[in-house]
């Protein structure tokens, strides 16, 4: 049977290793799979490994599935693994690499079926890392280039789909895996298409040129929704929207005292930070510019996630309390600010600056909107003309790749630290040594519940100092036709696996 | 070209009437003795003066965030605002009212369009004129460098230009002009060319009268003729470009809207039933496109009938 | 057996905004055969309008009002159209002024030949390439063969003119229209498409009107002469009898005004004022406002009198003194 | 003739030269294409080493330096993004972009021309002042506008045609093309129909202009005193004068058509050339753009040549020999 | 003596279209292109002296009007010298420069595109005056009018456009415009041709007063032979760029030595012929680009000898006031 399938975005490549990116992991999974599944709540599943424990403080075991069979007919084992390690950090050319993942852990064989990792530190996010890296072929595999996976040659894995074709910009054709190793798909054929324009992608739903899209623009939800012929499906998701805010520089670029003049950045002020949080409505941001579809976040992971703190709430609309904290910060007018977004990142991401610019308006702090593509915004977001954050009030999002809340406060929270790699995202440059001493901690700490604790922890004391204004989290949205369902996954991706027929 | 010079004078001589008017009373008449043109230009100008006077005819300031609230947002035709006043038309997604945003974007798209029609009109006519005048080795230097810009798609050009400069009306302009002036220079020096070799201009040579003087005084107000003809066209064009840009997501400031913007962003809720967002900003839009044409269609008939051709290999 | 061409009483006008212009305005005359007539006056008398008129090729918003035309003794005005282009180019030919502009720039010698011959005659491709090369020769083109293939541009402009007489003269037409086809070249070229043209009407036996504002060229070939002013033939006789006895002051003016070496160096005659607005003329006689002869007789349109051999539109004549 | 494609040829190299400049360095002040491409788990490190890796690193004239002399040899460079030589993507994604300009061309032709022919012949007829209204609605309509408002109608309310992407395509002469399969031909209508609104607009004005402007002409009138009749007139005195312009224009809109498919093609999620430019401009791709439009400006320059040669063809008076004014 | 009003020697004039550079790579390559070279005007020498009127005649494209603007000052010679008042004009500066400039000026043919259809009469007329100072803003409304009467033109209709004039009055505005600098010297280059008979009249009229009035000196471009035997003391014969034959007018006109001029004067139609047999001289004028070898006019003359198409025949005098460029002037003279 076969189910075609509108994307909203493009995969790049068929090599799994090649970019590390959202639609090209979610394409390989189809082909591909992995020691580790997440499954459509990131919860770890055995893949090609049955199970994982470590051993030592330094030493993962990983027992890895016997029996599964190459769509070549080959024969999976620990050389793959082994060989896959290799490869994923360094493919020629990769604008993004799986280095993040797999650096520090060095891969030994063991036997054909079991493979230990080995790293310098205790490591407790061995799983989450190794989930994300796709296992390909010792003999077709692993020294080949990224043209032999596109022209179809080496896109051989161990997956629940078959490579057919592809053509870039165009379509991927994917048939069953009828040897698949665990529930085999409904679908004996799969055509991927990519239709970024959002009403385009719609109207091929409408039309009936496709069976399922991905990424319904919230102004559709509504229509669609009462559409007898279609069915959707929603599920939150693991990207949180938030505002950064410069918090190390005295005189911050984009903040200006009322009429333009200079001032002493007002954003260094805990109460000023406080203030914006609190002039922020929330609920008006998920229900009018979201159409209901979002919630109001007020962490760093929406609830049921690893890491998460039970603790706190989102900030309550108060525009009273927000003059008087900054009438007490001795803003009583209000000053200048400017606030950046990318236009074409987030859902709905330009219009959300817009609205929090009115609302900040609203309580004295003149905020001009300033929107553009992302081309432009990341590269001057993380590195302005003198190496550093170039805005100095930005809305961006982060979406918890790992499933947990290590790998937010670790990028966003955490003080910028070239040498350790850490608050690389950390475009306020927020710095705290007390949080990241217990980020730190965490990340040292293998014990599930005791690392639970230390990040939910993180996260309290950093959301208390206002590190980050959390507004809201995503939720996704797949339209289908009616018969069909899919589970909606809070990594976001479209999987073919997930779409059951009623 | 001496064709054309040749039948100028075969159909002028045969109009050997004196009257009185002067050419622009003559072309006055001419122009209105069509009903289109004449409502055109009347929808014309009633457009550009709703524009200008838009702040004392709206109840919103479009642009200031503080009178905008997103509280408002996608309010259907006849809908109250949470400040009191109606929206007629509705608003968008960011509460914008409408009618206000229309208005005012209609202020951003005509001055879009004049400003760079008008920049890239003088910088043409200026680059057109010396090449016609001074011939030779600087000709086809110019011209070459015209035929680079000409071979590229304005739409092409000020894609990659606005990617560059980023966003903003000064941007868009400039984006505008290069991607215009060449059509002007080519224009101007066509005409320029023609002009060059009449007679009179040989009779100012000999009356020791100076090159700039001839070039300014001489040869320039007959070649106004088809430029502005291109210019009212090319201003159209440059409107409609100000909204495919802003569709592709490299036009105007998201809070600061110019119709394009607008229409860009309530493509957005065509599918969704909420028709206005886009349909509104859309009709005002092609009104204004529409009749900015007609005009232009008409003064082409008026003022030279021949230009019309595209004669030879001009677009 | 009938005139080739009798007109009488033709009016054609242009209905414009601006008003009517009255092109032609009453004209009279006939054709014998063989016959050759000049017509002559100055620009915008109305002499093309004539010619067009008689060939059926007014456009809008021209119209012929009044009057007819008789063809061989056959009504032309208000003829079926298809009857029209029957006659056009096959008894009927016209010869345009711009050799430049007359010929298609983009088709050859040889098809707009061709075209002109199977329109009219059932003929095969061959025996019309065979005959339409042989015109040209006579038209004294040399080397037709080649030229035959060769596009208007490639041709000097006497050798157009050449060729579009040649065209004009493929189906050996009765009556042939020529509309000052040498004033826009030398006079060594005028010489020889004269030359080209009387010998092909000797020969055919066809009937030719000379449109011209030059009187001495018409002097050289015409039979007849009328001169033409503002719509009509102020007068028209016999060429020996007008030219050296002119009758209307517009005629005498006009032979006046030429340059000669029987005046040089002296003040030429001339005419007062300038070519009249055919939309604004004046009431009664359209002359009479340059005319040093004119009486209050002359609010009077003068009606076309013919005396002397010759018909002119005059109250005051000037042969009556001379004969008297 | 050798002297027309010389002079062409030396123009597209200055031209090529001069735009690889301008755009080599012009994406270069846009931003930075890694802290877009790299996964946002990436750190420091990770984010030093892909500048490295693609070459980044290099001061610009360098890395321009190293462009020209692959670009010398025939390489462009590889797409940041698809790790795949840009030249190689373009080319792949040509034959659509093509297919649908072809279309597009010979809408505008088959459905402008006769329209324009009859709307020149009969000015004051009330069909041809609404011919000439509509093309007024054709110029003025925002491409992008219409282009929605196909897929609606046709697509989603009336169901007759696909709404996106390109159908069923089959080998001809070796390159794909969808022209020749029915899924294919019901995929292109669409896109195609949106692009050529212009150029039909454009055709009816041009034709129309250009048969009213042959009617008045002497050699119309001298063709009529021949005693042709009107169909010969019109259709070969008249057509084949009014051919050189349209001919040569609407060659010239090819290219335009070819550019203008960058909004069609993101509606119609065409797989294109057009497509491919607008993302690798959003995501600074610089090697695509750059090759891009480097192919472009070829394209254009043969184009023209062959417009001009074409144009000589059709115009006798127009010769490209070396010799003779 | 004093030397005459003006002088030109041995005048040439090239028009060469370059080669461009695709062109030069071309011709490298072994196309077959060069440079093109037009001889408009070749070797040509005069003089004109005060209160002369010399007429110009000759076919389409034989380089009268090049040769009227090498005078004019509007092209520079290619080779030779012009002399105005014994001065060599390529040497002067400054005010005298500016001079002689105004004191030779042009009438132009086309009454249509010799004037600026934008402007206004009085501008047209009082724009060179005004610009060198003959007269002042302020008065330049009667320094206008006075023009405007000599000439003939109601000074009333001053503030009209040009297109609202007949052609007639427009070839009156063109004349004015150059009186209005206070000329010596006019070159009428066909000043008459577009002109209707009547017309054309009044103007030759209009030239021969303002001769007297103004004591010019005129260089009258024509191809109407008769309208040249009319107003010219002196007649210059031109073919493909060269005088063939030169003198008074009445010696050219009654007894023509070169066959060129006596071709010329068979063709010319007149009056007092009736129903003549026109027996044209064969052949057409033929290309500037490439003129025949020797004297131009061999292939085409009913007596040429071998010698005519090996070389070119100077100007000789063959009587008094008469010179000619023949190598058979003897059997003619
Ligand atoms: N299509 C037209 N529309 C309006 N008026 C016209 C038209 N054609 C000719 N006329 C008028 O008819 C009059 C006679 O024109 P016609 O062409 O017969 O003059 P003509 O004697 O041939 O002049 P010429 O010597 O310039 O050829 C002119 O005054 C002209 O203005
Ligand atoms: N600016 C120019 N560039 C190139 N060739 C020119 C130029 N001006 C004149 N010629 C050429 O010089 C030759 C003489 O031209 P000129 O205008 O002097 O002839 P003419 O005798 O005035 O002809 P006509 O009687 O047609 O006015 C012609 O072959 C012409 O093509
Ligand atoms: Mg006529
Ligand atoms: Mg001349």
Redesign the interface.
């Known amino acids: 049977e076969k189910l075609i399938i ?1 994307l909203a975005s ?1 995969p ?2 068929i ?1 799994p290793h ?4 959202g639609p090209n992991n979610a394409l390989s999974r189809h082909i591909f799979d992995r020691l580790i599944n997440q499954d459509e709540k990131q919860r770890l599943k055995p893949g090609l490994a049955t199970s994982w424990k470590p051993i030592d403080d330094l030493t993962w075991e990983f027992k890895l599935r016997p029996g599964v069979k190459y769509h070549d007919g080959s024969e999976f084992n620990a050389d793959d693994v082994v060989c896959s390690f290799k490869r994923a950090p360094d ?7 799986f ?3 797999t650096k520090g852990k060095t891969v030994v064989k063991v036997d054909n079926l079991t493979v230990h990792f080995k790293t310098a530190q205790p490591y407790p996010l061995m799983g989450n890392d190794v989930s994300t890296v796709p296992i390909v072929s010792d003999s077709a595999g692993c020294n080949a280039a ?2 032999d996976y ?1 022209s179809g040659k080496a896109a051989i894995g161990t997956g629940p789909f078959k490579f057919v074709s592809y ?5 991927i054709v994917l048939s069953r895996n009828d040897n698949y190793w665990g529930d085999k798909p409904v679908w004996t054929e799969l055509h991927l ?12 739903l ?4 496709v069976d399922m899209i991905a990424g319904v ?1 919230t ?2 939800i ?2 669609l929704k009462s559409n007898k012929k279609l069915q959707l499906s929603q599920g939150v998701s693991n990207r949180v929207i938030y505002l950064h805010l410069d918090q190390f520089r005295e005189n911050s670029p984009f903040v200006k005292a009322n009429g333009g003049g200079e001032i002493k950045n007002p954003l260094l002020d805990v109460r000023v930070r406080k203030a914006i949080s609190m002039a922020i409505n929330r609920d ?2 998920v229900d ?2 979201m159409e209901g579809v979002a919630i109001k976040a007020g962490q760093l992971l929406p609830e049921g996630f690893f890491g998460v703190s039970s603790k706190l709430e989102p900030v309550a609309y108060d525009p009273k309390g927000a003059k008087g904290l900054l009438a007490a910060a001795g803003y009583p007018d209000g000053f200048e600010m400017t606030i950046h977004s990318p ?2 990142r987030y859902i709905n991401d ?2 959300i ?3 929090i ?3 900040l ?2 309580i004295g702090i ?18 302005g003309a003198k190496g550093l954050p170039e805005f100095s009030f930005i809305l961006v999002g ?2 918890a ?2 499933g947990e809340a290590s ?1 937010p406060l670790k ?1 966003l929270i955490h003080t910028y630290d ?1 040498s350790k ?2 608050g ?2 950390n475009r306020g440059r927020y710095s705290d040594p007390a949080v990241d001493a217990v980020i730190e901690e965490a990340l040292r700490t293998v014990d599930d519940a005791k690392r639970q604790d230390l990040l939910a922890k993180a996260t309290e004391m950093a959301i208390e100092n206002v590190a980050i204004i959390p507004t809201h989290f995503q939720v996704n949205t797949w339209a289908a036709k009616k018969g069909l369902k899919y589970i909606a996954r809070t990594d976001e991706y479209t999987l073919a696996i997930g779409v059951l027929k009623e | 070209m001496t064709e054309v010079v040749q039948q100028d004078l075969a159909s002028e001589r045969q109009v050997q009437t004196i009257d009185s008017e002067t050419p622009f009373k003559r072309f006055v008449s001419e122009f209105f003795d069509s009903k289109t043109a004449s409502v055109a230009l009347f929808i014309l100008l009633s457009i550009i003066i709703l524009a200008v006077i838009a702040p004392w005819i709206t109840p919103q300031d479009p642009y200031d ?2 009178q ?4 408002d ?2 309010q259907p035709p006849g809908a109250e605002a949470f400040s009191g006043y109606t929206m007629w038309l509705g608003s968008d ?3 914008r009212d409408l009618y206000s945003g229309i208005l005012y974007g209609l202020r951003i798209s005509l001055s879009v369009g004049v400003m760079s029609g008008f920049i890239a009109l003088l910088i043409g006519m200026a680059v057109g004129l010396l090449a016609a005048y001074a011939g030779g080795r600087a000709e086809n230097v110019i011209m070459r460098v015209v035929d680079l810009q000409l071979s590229f798609p304005a739409a092409l050009v000020a894609l990659m230009l606005i ?1 560059i400069l ?2 903003g009306v000064d941007k868009i302009i400039l984006a505008l002009v290069v991607a215009q002036w060449a059509y002007y220079a080519r224009t101007v020096r066509a005409s320029a060319l023609v002009e060059r070799n009449k007679e009179y201009v040989e009779a100012a040579a000999c009356l020791g009268i100076s090159h700039a003087r001839i070039i300014f005084r001489h040869i320039m107000p007959n070649c106004l003729a088809p430029l502005i003809v291109v210019g009212t066209v090319q201003t159209a064009h440059a409107i409609s470009l100000e909204a495919t840009l802003s569709f592709l ?2 036009g105007m ?3 600061s809207p110019s119709l394009g913007v607008l229409i860009a962003n309530g ?8 028709y206005w967002i886009s349909v509104f900003p859309g009709i005002a839009l092609l009104v204004t496109v529409v009749s900015i044409n007609l005009v232009g269609d008409h003064l082409r008939d008026v003022l030279n009938p021949r230009i019309s051709t595209g004669g030879g290999k001009a677009k | 057996m009938p005139n080739t061409l009798e007109v009488s009483g033709l009016k054609t006008h242009f209905l414009m905004r601006a008003g009517v212009a009255k092109a032609v305005d009453g004209v009279d005359f006939s054709i014998a055969k063989g016959e050759v007539m000049g017509l002559v006056g100055e620009s915008g008398s109305g002499k093309s309008i004539t010619g067009f008129s008689i060939i059926g090729l007014i456009d809008p918003p021209g119209r012929i009002v009044e009057g007819s035309i008789k063809f061989q003794g056959e009504e032309l005005v208000g003829a079926p159209e298809e009857r029209l282009r029957n006659l056009r180019g096959n008894r009927i030919a016209m010869i345009f002024q711009d050799p430049m502009m007359t010929l298609n720039p983009v088709l050859r010698v040889d098809t707009q030949m061709i075209e002109a011959l199977k329109a009219h005659q059932n003929i095969g491709k061959k025996e019309a390439w065979t005959k339409a090369r042989d015109t040209l020769g006579m038209v004294g083109i040399p080397a037709p063969d080649e030229r035959m293939r060769a596009y208007p541009h490639q041709l000097s402009g006497g050798m157009r003119q050449r060729v579009a007489i040649a065209i004009a003269f493929l189906n050996e037409p009765d009556l042939i229209i020529a509309d000052e086809p040498t004033t826009a070249l030398d006079v060594t070229i005028q010489g020889q498409i004269i030359h080209e043209a009387q010998n092909l009407c000797r020969r055919t036996g066809a009937s030719l009107i000379w449109i011209t504002h030059d009187l001495a060229v018409v002097a050289g070939i015409a039979d007849h002469i009328s001169v033409m002013y503002a719509g009509k033939i102020v007068e028209q006789g016999n060429i020996d009898d007008v030219i050296d006895r002119p009758a209307h002051p517009y005629t005498v003016g006009l032979l006046g005004s030429v340059p000669s070496a029987n005046n040089r160096g002296q003040r030429l005659y001339q005419i007062a004022g300038m070519t009249p607005n055919i939309l604004a003329l004046p009431k009664g006689c359209s002359f009479k406002e340059r005319c040093d002869r004119r009486t209050k007789t002359c609010e009077v349109s003068p009606e076309a009198v013919e005396r002397n051999h010759r018909t002119f539109r005059c109250h005051h004549p000037y042969f009556e003194e001379v004969e008297v | 003739m050798s002297v027309f494609i010389i002079r062409r040829l030396l123009q597209a190299a200055l031209i090529v030269f001069i735009m690889s400049l301008i755009v080599f360095f012009g994406v270069n002040v ?18 030093e ?2 500048i490295e ?2 070459g980044l690193n290099l001061p610009i004239y360098e890395q321009y330096f190293k462009f020209l002399n692959g670009a010398w040899q025939g390489d462009l460079g ?1 797409s ?5 030589p840009a030249l190689k ?1 373009i080319l ?2 040509m034959p ?1 972009t093509f297919e649908l300009a072809f279309t597009a061309l010979a809408m505008a032709i088959v459905i402008g021309i006769p329209l324009g022919l009859y709307s020149g012949l009969y000015p004051e007829q009330k069909i041809s002042k609404g011919i000439m209204a509509g093309s007024i609605l054709g110029f003025s309509l925002p491409t992008f506008w219409v282009g ?1 408002m196909l ?2 109608l046709f ?2 309310m009336l ?1 007759w045609l ?5 159908g069923d395509t089959a080998k001809l002469f070796g390159l794909q093309t969808s022209l020749f399969t029915l899924d294919g031909l019901s995929h292109v209508i669409l896109p195609a129909l949106n692009l050529a609104l212009l150029k039909i607009s454009l055709a009816i004005r041009l034709t129309r202009s250009g048969v009213r402007e042959a009617m008045g002409q002497d050699y119309v009138k001298f063709a009529r005193a021949k005693g042709l009749n009107t169909s010969r007139i019109i259709l070969v005195h008249v057509m084949k004068n009014i051919m050189i312009p349209v001919v040569t224009v609407m060659g010239l809109e090819f290219g335009s058509l070819v550019a203008f498919s960058v909004v069609t093609e ?4 065409w ?2 050339m057009g ?2 430019l607008i ?1 690798a ?4 791709d610089r090697p695509i753009v750059v090759a891009y439009l480097m192919i472009i400006v070829l394209f254009f320059v043969v184009i023209n040549l062959i417009v001009d040669i074409i144009y000589s063809i059709l115009d006798p008076r127009v010769r490209l020999q070396d010799q003779g004014a | 003596m004093s030397a005459p009003l003006l002088e030109i020697r041995n005048v040439s004039k090239r028009f060469v279209k370059k080669l461009d550079v695709a062109g030069k790579i071309a011709a490298r390559l072994g196309a077959n292109i060069s440079e093109e070279t037009v001889h408009a005007v070749d070797n040509v020498s005069m003089t004109i002296n005060k209160g002369e009127v010399v007429g110009l005649v000759g076919e389409s494209g034989c380089g009268k009007s090049t040769l009227g603007r090498v005078v004019a000052g509007i092209h520079n010679p290619t080779d030779g010298q012009v002399f105005f008042e014994g001065q060599d004009i390529s040497a002067l500066e400054g005010v005298r420069k500016r001079e002689v400039t105004l004191a030779v000026q042009m009438i132009f043919q086309d009454p249509f595109a010799s004037l600026n259809q934008r402007m206004r009469v009085e501008d047209i007329i009082g724009e060179a005056p005004v610009y060198h100072g003959l007269t002042t803003r302020s008065e330049k409304s009667d320094y206008v009018d006075e023009i405007m009467e000599k000439v003939g033109l109601d000074p009333s209709l001053k503030k009209r456009y040009p297109h609202q004039f007949s052609g007639g009055q427009r070839q009156r505005i063109g004349i004015a415009r150059a009186l209005a600098v206070k000329p010596r010297f006019l070159v009428c280059d066909e000043a008459i041709a577009a002109l209707d008979v009547s017309i054309q009249a009044q103007v030759i009229n209009l030239f021969m007063d303002l001769r007297e009035e103004f004591d010019l000196t005129y260089l009258f471009i024509s191809h109407d032979l008769s309208v040249v035997e009319h107003i010219a003391d002196r007649v210059l014969i031109m073919y493909l760029g060269r005088v063939v034959e030169s003198g008074i007018t009445e010696e050219i006109f009654d007894r023509p030595v070169h066959p060129y001029t006596s071709a010329l004067l068979a063709e010319a139609p007149r009056l007092d012929q009736r129903k003549r047999e026109f027996a044209p001289i064969k052949g057409e004028i033929p290309s500037p680009l490439e003129p025949p070898s020797g004297c131009h006019f061999h292939p085409r003359c009913p007596h040429a000898i071998g010698d005519c198409s090996r070389q070119a025949p100077a100007l000789e005098v063959v009587r008094r006031n008469h010179i000619a460029a023949c190598h058979l002037r003897e059997r003619f003279g």
Do not use: C
Request: hydrophobic share 35%; glycine share 10%.
């Open positions: 509108g493009e790049t490549a090599d090649y970019h590390n990116l493919v020629p050319n990769s604008p993004s690499s280095a993040t993942y990224t043209e596109n053509k870039p910009g165009e379509s298409r990519s239709i970024k324009s959002g009403p385009s992608r719609v109207a091929a409408l039309a009936g040129d623009p102004t559709d509504e229509t008006a941001i009018r510019v236009n074409d330009a219009k600056a817009e609205a610019g009115q609302m308006t609203r003149k905020t001009a909107v300033e929107t553009m593509p992302r081309s432009v915004y990341f590269s001057r977001a993380s590195k982060w979406g790749g790992s790998s990028s070239k790699g850490f690389s995202s | 965030l503080a905008v609230d997103v509280l947002g996608r997604g960011a509460g990617a980023g966003k997501g490299v400031p998201q809070t493509f957005e809720y065509m599918l969704s039933g909420r | 846009i931003g930075d294409p890694v802290y877009m491409l790299v996964s946002p788990d990436a750190d420091q490190a990770d984010i080493k892909a890796r693609l590889d940041f993004v698809f790790g795949e993507l792949h994604h659509a929605l897929i609606m697509a989603v169901g696909p709404s996106t992407g390109r993101s509606i119609f999620a797989p294109g497509k491919l993302d401009i959003l995501q600074l």
